[in-house]
């Protein structure tokens, strides 16, 4: 071979050795890459939506520290706003909302939300797990006036708690807004914050109709979907008696949690509530889903 041909040889197997080398590097990053990509969606997938349902006098940014918390855990969150228009219309509201969400649901309520979900996830299969949080659980049939006279410790008195305004209604009706008279704020449904935290609170509470502490529940969910349920024993709103009566009704002992707070135990100790949704999300079979 002439020193020609050879250095040109040379040059071919070199470029030869460079485009292979190449090809190999590009392939194994692909291969990384695929790997993980892999691994992500695997690993989203198998983890239940959450979904997050207020109470009254409250509004979906109570939950805030509760959020930060599940999606640390790398958990997709919903934090729905509730209408508070009264029983029937908010749970088929968010019954709704509920059926456009793919793949399995932990489906987590507060206050008077836990009286909603009852009745939203009737019917849902992908409603997996109900978390109840200082919240009314109530059977078929049974209205949230009624449960918060169960045994004393509620603060709640319609003829003396609240501020009551007049609304009109879509079919040209007359409804009732209940507000928390600010100056019983703090002490009936937020004891254990600030009271510069309560005050901003009150003055920015959603309200809620008055007819839903009579309306009978069509539903109980909790009697066919595991049932979490925490209890908060500074809860002079639903009374913290009222709540563990239902809590012991609706979840096994082994799922009931009690901690030292008021109601708004999702505001004031947001890290509990979140290790109790954790368990509730963490005790259903993991779930590789496309789609409803």
């Known amino acids: 071979m002439t020193t020609h041909h050879f250095a040109t040889h040379l040059r071919f197997n070199h470029r030869a050795i460079r485009a292979a080398a190449l090809a190999g590097f590009l392939g194994l990053i692909g291969v990384f890459s ?14 239940p939506t959450i979904v997050l349902v207020h109470g009254a006098w409250d509004n979906s940014s109570g939950w805030n520290g509760v959020i930060e918390r599940l999606q ?3 958990y997709p969150v919903l934090a729905l706003a509730n209408p508070l ?94 507000y928390i008279k600010p100056e019983l704020f703090q002490q009936i449904f937020a004891a254990d914050l600030p009271a510069s935290t309560t005050a901003l609170m009150a003055a920015t509470q959603r309200p809620a109709e008055v007819a839903s502490l009579y309306v009978p529940s069509a539903a109980a ?26 809590a012991q009704r609706a979840c096994p002992s082994s799922n009931i949690v009690e901690v030292d707070a008021s109601h708004v135990v ?21 779930v590789t889903t496309t789609g409803r």
């Open 72 to 74: 640390q855990e790398g």
């Open 221 to 246: 969910a909790w009697k066919t979907i595991p049932a979490f349920c925490m209890v908060a024993t500074a809860d002079n709103t639903i009374g913290t008696a009222n709540v563990r009566f239902m």
């Open 85 to 178: 228009r009264g029983l029937t219309t908010d749970s088929t509201y968010i019954a709704s909302t509920l059926a456009g969400v793919s793949g399995p649901i932990v489906l987590v309520g507060h206050s008077y939300g836990g009286a909603v979900i009852s009745n939203a996830a009737a019917g849902n299969a992908n409603v997996k797990a109900l978390v109840y949080v200082a919240a009314f659980i109530p059977d078929v049939g049974e209205n949230l006036f009624t449960l918060i006279g169960q045994f004393p410790g509620s603060q709640i008195n319609p003829d003396t708690s609240f501020d009551v305004r007049e609304y009109p209604t879509a079919d040209g009706g007359v409804g009732h807004d209940a």
């Open 34 to 47: 695929m790997t993980a990509s892999a691994q992500s969606a695997t690993q989203t997938a198998s983890k």
């Open 266 to 286: 999702m505001i004031s100790r947001p890290g509990v509530v979140a290790d109790l949704i954790l368990t509730a999300a963490r005790s259903m079979p993991a």
